[in-house]
C-alpha cells in the first residue's frame, strides 16, 4: 500500500532532534513499522502546484497524512485525480486544509489526532494573552536595541486581571484556555459556541454563553479564537465585526489565519481599534516574506505577537501527535474500529458536528 506523507522540513535541527518527529526528516517515526508492514512510504515538503510531490503522489496513494504546521491542501480538485486515495489522516488537530466535503462525496476518510496538542495551544493562547496585554514583545525589543525607557512601554501595558476574556469555541482548546485563566481573575469569562457547555463543566470556570456574536466581542476586553475553519468561520472576523469589538481590544488566533479578515485586522490595528493581535496561524502558510501580518503595528508601535505556526507542535505534542498517527494507521491496516473522537469524516458521511452546524 502506498502511503504519502506532508510534512515539514526539519533540517539542520532534524537532524540534531530527533524528537523533531513531524518532519520530512524525521519521518513520524513510521518508516521502519511502515517498510516491516510491507508499504510503501513517500515523504515530502513539495506540496503546491501541479509538479509537486504531493500532487504527482496523490494518483495512487492509498493513504495520505498531512500536518496542519504545513499542510498538504487536498482540495476537490486533486481529490478527483486521487483514485486509490482511502483516507486522509491529519497528524495533529484541524482539518480545514482538505475539502471536506468533497471528501463525504468521495467517501475518503478523514481523521486526526484528537486531543494531541491541545494543552500545548492552549498554553500558548494565554502566553500571547499576557504578551499583548502586558505589552511584552516591544519591551523585549527594547532591551536588545540597549534602550531603557520604561514610560514608553508602560504607557500601553496592562494587568489581565479585572478585564473580561471570552473565546469563540469552548471545545477543547477553547475550554482548556478557560480553565488556565481562572487563577487570573478575570473580571468575567465568556464563550460564544453553537455547541452549549454542560452546567458543571460552565460552573467549573464559572464561563457564561453569550449567544450573539456582536454583543459578544463588544464585551471581551481580549477575544480569542479556538473554533475550526469551515463554511461558517471563514472570513467570521471580518471590518464589520472588528468595529462591534471594544476599542482597544486584544485579539489572539491560534485556530486558523483564514477566521480573520487579513486586511482588516492590518486597518484595525492600525487605527487601536485592536490595541494587539497574536496568533501563530496565518491564511497561507508559509506566509510570503512580505505578509502585512509580520509587521503591522499599533498607534504605539507594538501589538504584534505573530510567531510561525508552532504552538501545537511542541516537542511533547511531536510525540502524540506521532503515536496517535501510527495508530489510526494501525487499525485502518487491521480493520479495526477508530477511535470514534478522531473521525472528522467516516465513509461518505460526517462525524463530527465540530466543523459547523449541518
Ligand atoms: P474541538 O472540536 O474540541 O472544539 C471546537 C469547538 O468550536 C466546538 O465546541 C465547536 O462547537 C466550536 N465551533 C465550531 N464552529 C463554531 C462557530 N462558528 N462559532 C463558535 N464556535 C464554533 O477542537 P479543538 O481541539 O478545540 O481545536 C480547535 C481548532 O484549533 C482546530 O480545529 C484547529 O483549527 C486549531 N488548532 C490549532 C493548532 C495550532 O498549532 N495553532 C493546533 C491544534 C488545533
Redesign the pocket.
Same mark, same amino acid.
Given at each position: 500500500m502506498k502511503v504519502l506523507a506532508i510534512l515539514y522540513n526539519g533540517f539542520k535541527s532534524a537532524v540534531q532532534e530527533p524528537r523533531l518527529l513531524g518532519t520530512v526528516e524525521n519521518k513520524l517515526g513510521l518508516d521502519k513499522w511502515l517498510a516491516s508492514r510491507g508499504h510503501e512510504l513517500i515523504v515530502s515538503s513539495d506540496k503546491e502546484g501541479p509538479n509537486s510531490d504531493f500532487q504527482k503522489h496523490i494518483a495512487d496513494a492509498e493513504v495520505l497524512i498531512t500536518t496542519?504546521f504545513h499542510p498538504g491542501y487536498l482540495t476537490r480538485e486533486v481529490m478527483e485525480k486521487a483514485k486509490n486515495l482511502k483516507i486522509c489522516v491529519t497528524a /495533529?488537530? /484541524?482539518s480545514?486544509h482538505i475539502d471536506l466535503n468533497a471528501a463525504v462525496d468521495h467517501k475518503i476518510q478523514v481523521l486526526e489526532v484528537?486531543?494531541s496538542?491541545?494543552v500545548s495551544?492552549a498554553e500558548h493562547v494565554v502566553m500571547d494573552i499576557l504578551a499583548l496585554v502586558r505589552n511584552f514583545v516591544p519591551a523585549h525589543e527594547m532591551i536588545e536595541r540597549g534602550d531603557w525607557q520604561v514610560s514608553d512601554i508602560a504607557r500601553n501595558a496592562y494587568d489581565l486581571e479585572g478585564k473580561v476574556v471570552g473565546t469563540?469555541?469552548?471545545?477543547?482548546?477553547?475550554y482548556r484556555v478557560l480553565q488556565r485563566l481562572v487563577p487570573f481573575d478575570c473580571k468575567e469569562l465568556l464563550y @460564544?459556541? @453553537?455547541?452549549q457547555l454542560p452546567a458543571e463543566r460552565e460552573q467549573a470556570v464559572k464561563a457564561r454563553r453569550v449567544e450573539d456574536i456582536e454583543q459578544f466581542v463588544s464585551e471581551c476586553d481580549v477575544v480569542t479564537v479556538?473554533?475550526?475553519?469551515?463554511e /461558517?468561520?471563514r472570513g467570521?472576523i471580518n471590518e464589520k465585526l472588528l468595529s462591534k469589538f471594544k476599542p482597544g481590544a486584544w485579539l489572539v488566533n491560534?485556530?486558523?489565519g483564514a477566521i480573520c479578515d487579513q486586511d482588516a485586522v492590518v486597518a484595525a490595528l492600525k487605527s487601536g481599534q485592536l490595541r494587539g493581535y497574536a496568533g501563530?496561524?496565518w491564511n497561507v502558510q508559509p506566509a510570503p516574506k512580505d505578509h502585512p501580518w509580520r509587521t503591522m503595528k499599533n498607534p504605539l508601535g507594538g501589538g504584534n505577537g505573530m510567531t510561525p505556526?508552532y504552538? /501545537?507542535?511542541t516537542l511533547d505534542a511531536q510525540a502524540r501527535y506521532a503515536a496517535g498517527t501510527k495508530k489510526i494507521l494501525e487499525n485502518y491496516f487491521d480493520g479495526k474500529e477508530q477511535n470514534p473522537a478522531d473521525v472528522i469524516v467516516g465513509i461518505g458521511a460526517w462525524a463530527t458536528?465540530?466543523y459547523?452546524q449541518r
Open positions: 496542519p /495533529g488537530v /484541524g480545514d484528537t486531543g496538542n491541545v495551544v469563540i469555541g469552548a471545545g477543547r482548546i477553547g @460564544y459556541d @453553537y455547541t479556538n473554533a475550526p475553519l469551515h /461558517g468561520t467570521l491560534t485556530a486558523r501563530d496561524v505556526h504552538s /501545537g507542535t458536528k465540530a459547523g
